[in-house]
């Protein structure tokens, strides 16, 4: 089983898992924000040296998800795919294959800034399209983090790190959660990705994800 840290938002139980998604039991959802499929290719394209194998990597970790904690659906904050460029055949080939995997699965993304400019997914993988926000619940699921004038937002596109400084100069730049009444960030699920540093102010409160567990950063 992959390490959670169990928060209450808003009257619900929520998970905030180690690899960087949220599990919210009562509604047996994964959301993830920021898979950005697709990116390393689209560097590629454009003649950038960069790392092979990331969204297989990318997948291999939504397989182990998915088969640790039961869900009906995955809701996807925004930019599931990183740009057209990235839209190459060996990529929708492992993306068609990830989803004969998982045929039950009911899953929704919403539209990001990414994916305005990639177009929506292959018909073929069966993607519920949604504008943002979606409500859901008690929450308004949405990609850019802004404020929704009736429900607490869960969002996307900030791609959130935390850099901690340690007495000799060490410096670990962690991904993070960022948990508030009226926007909380996930971190970006992508395996490249990069991330923003963010120094929010209380009551905001910041969870670091690494090392396979999740703990509160204490201030």
């Avoid at 904690?69 to 993306?95: M, N």
């Avoid at 004969?100 to 990414?114: K, Q, S, T």
């Avoid at 018909?123 to 009736?150: K, N, Y």
Wanted: charge should be positive; proline fraction near 9%.
């Amino acid at each position: 089983m992959h390490e959670h840290y169990e928060i209450e938002l808003c009257g619900e139980r929520l998970w905030l898992l180690a690899d960087r998604a949220l599990y919210w039991p009562a509604r047996k959802a994964l959301l993830l924000a920021d898979v950005h499929i697709g990116k390393a290719a689209s560097y590629r394209a454009q003649h950038q040296p960069v790392p092979r194998g990331t969204t297989a990597a990318t997948l291999q970790r939504l397989d182990a998800l998915l088969a640790s904690y039961p869900s009906e659906q995955l809701v996807v904050l925004g930019d599931f795919i990183h740009a057209r460029q990235g839209r190459a055949p060996a990529t929708l080939a492992l993306l068609q294959a990830w989803r004969e995997r998982h045929p039950a699965l009911h899953i929704r993304l919403i539209r990001g800034n990414h994916d305005r400019h990639a177009g929506d997914p292959p018909p073929s993988l069966g993607i519920e399209m949604l504008d943002e926000p979606w409500l859901l619940e008690p929450f308004a699921l949405q990609h850019d983090p802004v404020a929704h004038p009736t429900h607490p937002a869960l969002c996307g596109h900030v791609h959130p790190v935390c850099v901690l400084h340690g007495k000799a100069r060490q410096r670990l730049r962690l991904p993070c959660f960022v948990i508030d009444e009226q926007v909380s960030l996930l971190p970006a699920f992508g395996e490249f990705t990069g991330g923003w540093r963010v120094t929010p102010a209380a009551p905001a409160r910041i969870f670091l994800a690494g090392a396979g567990r999740v703990w509160p950063l204490a201030r």
